[in-house]
């Protein structure tokens, strides 16, 4: 063990001080905050040992908001850097690092999580069922997440950064190249995230699979329901070839095999390869069930059914097959002949047919509508020509011959922003909105809303678009700086205006959190959009055990029909029954730690600490072997008591009200 | 699944049996007995091996049998079809054009 404890914490950087100051200080706050509160035990029982799927679902939103904070920063910097030319804000080093945890943040850890999140929370109440397949196996889920986020986001205090982009490309990645311990980070972190990940789609495929009610065929199952079943087949696929390659990875870099040097026999462009074959479909892992939360708002506020449900469905499928066969498109440069680069050429320009289809799907079904200019509509509405945008310059750069110019320019950089950010972040925000009162009972703002909505569309768009014409004068990606004679300084300036405006844009997302936690209406129903899904016949915030007897499905938009023909809205009091719901767990909890331990000592390679982390890992099986705690029930007369509760209030939804 | 195979003549497995004799001795006849190329004899031999592995799956395994059949066979098609992109993609991009020169 060569322990350089010099090296130990980042120094020598104000930025960074300041970051480890205001670390150590939000730390010790929380922690007086809570006992101040008194709130320890309420945190343990209510949150850290919870198998709720509702309250996972929050937790893996809350983090996804704070890491939505946090990549924003790196964001936001790298934006300051190259305001003007040849700025000395952030220097080489450090710029390589900001934008590497900028994009391994933005996907792993804020789309990632925010998008599970919103599927824990609404999955289960969608298809009409009382929890996931395996709540506990959820609850580990988070927490894997959570030990992943949480030992990729210290790099930046402790150790370093990985500072070789979020692709982590061979030979840079390697020890020869890259020996600080900052991409250790990569390779351990994201593993630690990933297999939480893998379990999370396991899970949905089975809750989807197994779990829905009685009467939801396939094909009455909730556009959302679909993709979010499609995404978790995805992730089953895909997610494994990213585990294998950071564990080559791993071995590489902790014990010194050479699966991608090239002078040891071994292949750089196999890691390329590798993490394409998981990267690509992993956008689409992202951008999916995004689809399925647009389709979800623009029927319920043009107030129709969705348009051309079937051929949705095909797309989606469709979409995630192709997803399988297009990962050359992002290293067509590396010269694997025409006949490679145009077999993945046309793969990837037919991913544009399913996405027209479902593009003209959503217009189709706003045409001759009721349409309700709500904040989650807006941001559907504002998806739409934001993300064609991103898809036409999509097909741009899926032609191999044109890509030899675009590849590695702002033009591709401005090109994923334009299909991520509409098709993850917008997606988010709407989801958000519209299943807030679900989740919390109360509606977010309207008015603070639409300035949160048009804020941050405007500025999302002059930060992005001028980076198409940067990219198309030949302005590279990842590079800190440019010369004043290269021209760029305005447009870049531009750009970094933009971003300060999407800044405040998200800053006004946070304050309408405040505002709505403080000052909004309790007193909404609990289905105040009108809207066609079960997850609406039920109390907001959701009960415990979610429904009191399960629904029955008789058509699509099952909860619409409920409405109309007034069925199955109220219930009697001898339906109800004592109901079985499964226990908390602290073992979930305490596996994220051991991860968290074994894999910072990983990360620092300190073998005989990480050995005996380790232990804790395997205890923690053990003993979940070992435990036989098969739940407990709530009784008939309190879910009785609850239901009075919420369905006597006034306005409550007892017969048809549109 | 059971009440089929016990009632009468087990037909289908007798026909399994004789076909994956068939194959079996065809590909001990290819590999021993021609002077066709070495490389043209493994394609052959590893088609009929593939071929001989679909045909017990179904003749002898019942993987289209009982309340999981559909369900076996969508599963062994998606691992299939994985296996195939994720191994024989990787090998036609790594060994195509001046990447493996």
Not at chain 1, 370 to 399: D, E, K, Y
Not at chain 1, 473 to 478: H, L, N, S
Request: with cysteine; glycine share 8%; aromatic share 16%.
């Amino acid at each position: 063990m060569n322990i350089k404890w010099d090296e130990f914490f980042v120094t020598g950087d104000p930025l960074i001080l300041g970051a480890q100051i205001s670390i150590v200080l939000t730390m010790v706050g929380i922690i007086a905050l809570l006992t101040y509160l008194k709130r320890w035990t309420w945190l343990w029982r209510e949150w850290l040992t919870t198998v709720d799927h509702k309250r996972i679902g929050i937790m893996y939103i809350l983090s996804g908001v704070v890491m939505f904070f946090r990549g924003g920063i790196d964001g936001l910097m790298m934006k300051a850097q190259t305001a003007v030319p040849e700025n000395e804000f952030l220097n080489a080093q450090h710029y390589n690092e900001v934008f590497t945890t900028h994009g391994v943040i933005m996907i792993l850890f804020m789309a990632m999580p925010l998008l599970i999140g919103i599927m824990n929370v609404i999955i289960p109440l969608q298809i009409g069922a009382r929890d996931v397949a395996f709540p506990q196996l959820n609850a580990l889920s988070f927490w894997l997440f959570f030990s992943g986020a949480m030992l990729f986001n210290i790099s930046f205090v402790i150790g370093g950064s990985p500072d070789a982009g979020w692709t982590s490309y061979f030979p840079m990645a390697g020890k020869e190249f890259s020996p600080s311990i900052g991409n250790n980070y990569y390779a351990i972190a994201i593993q630690i995230a990933g297999i939480g990940t893998l379990i999370s789609g396991i899970n949905f495929i089975v809750t989807i699979l197994k779990m829905r009610t009685k009467g939801m065929t396939l094909m009455k199952m909730p556009m959302f329901s679909w993709t979010t079943l499609i995404t978790s087949i995805i992730i089953v696929a895909a997610f494994p070839i990213f585990t294998v390659a950071l564990a080559l990875m791993t071995f590489d870099r902790l014990f010194g095999a050479h699966f991608f040097t090239v002078s040891g026999g071994g292949m750089d462009m196999l890691w390329a390869n590798l993490f394409w074959l998981w990267g690509h479909p992993e956008v689409y892992i992202v951008v999916l069930p995004a689809f399925g939360i647009f389709s979800e708002i623009v029927s319920t506020f043009s107030r129709k059914r969705l348009f051309g449900y079937t051929s949705m469905v095909i797309a989606v499928a469709g979409i995630a097959f192709l997803s399988m066969l297009v990962w050359v498109h992002h290293f067509y440069t590396m010269g694997s002949g025409p006949a490679v680069n145009s077999v993945f050429s046309l793969t990837t320009m037919l991913i544009a047919v399913p996405t027209g289809i479902k593009m003209f799907n959503w217009l189709f079904t706003m045409r001759k509508g009721r349409i309700n200019f709500s904040t989650p509509m807006l941001w559907t509405l504002a998806f739409i020509p934001c993300f064609l945008i991103g898809g036409t310059t999509g097909v741009m750069l899926a032609m191999a011959a044109a890509d030899f110019q675009y590849h590695n320019t702002l033009f591709l950089v401005a090109h994923f922003h334009y299909t991520l950010i509409p098709g993850v972040v917008f997606a988010v925000f709407a989801a958000l909105y519209y299943w807030w009162p679900k989740m919390f009972g109360h509606k977010l703002n309207e008015k603070i809303g639409k300035w949160h909505f048009w804020l941050f569309v405007i500025g999302f768009n002059f930060t992005f678009f001028p980076m198409f014409f940067l990219g198309l004068d030949g302005a590279v990606r990842r590079s800190f700086t440019y010369s004043a004679e290269s021209g760029y300084g305005p447009l870049f300036l531009l750009s970094a205006i933009g971003s300060a405006v999407l800044a405040i844009g998200f800053a006004m997302f946070v304050y309408n959190i405040y505002w709505s936690i403080r000052h909004a209406d309790r007193n909404i129903s609990s289905d105040p959009w009108d809207a066609r899904t079960l997850e609406w016949a039920t109390a907001s915030p959701v009960q415990d055990y979610n429904f009191a007897k399960l629904p029955e499905v008789k058509t699509l938009d099952a909860f619409w029909h409920m409405k109309k023909d007034n069925e199955g809205l109220t219930i009697e009091d001898k339906e109800i029954k004592d109901i079985h719901m499964p226990n908390n767990s602290g073992i979930p909890f305490f596996m994220g730690v051991v991860f968290t331990v074994a894999g910072f000592f990983l990360v620092f390679e300190w073998y005989i600490p990480a050995a005996i982390a380790s232990l804790g890992i395997f205890a923690g099986l053990i003993i979940r072997s070992f435990d036989y705690n098969d739940g407990h029930h709530i009784h008939a007369e309190d879910v009785r008591k609850v239901e009075r509760k919420w369905r006597n209030r006034k306005g409550e939804v007892h017969k048809h009200v549109g | 699944m059971s009440s089929n195979a016990e009632k009468g003549f087990p037909i289908s497995h007798v026909v399994g049996f004789l076909i994956s004799l068939i194959l079996t001795f065809a590909a001990a006849w290819i590999a021993l007995k021609t002077t066709l190329s070495i490389k043209v004899i493994m394609w052959i031999i590893g088609s009929l091996a593939v071929f001989q592995a679909g045909l017990q799956l179904v003749m002898f395994m019942h993987m289209t049998e009982g309340e999981d059949g559909k369900v076996n066979i969508i599963n062994i098609t998606y691992g299939a079809f994985m296996a195939a992109v994720i191994v024989l993609g990787s090998i036609w991009v790594l060994t195509s054009g001046h990447a493996a020169h």
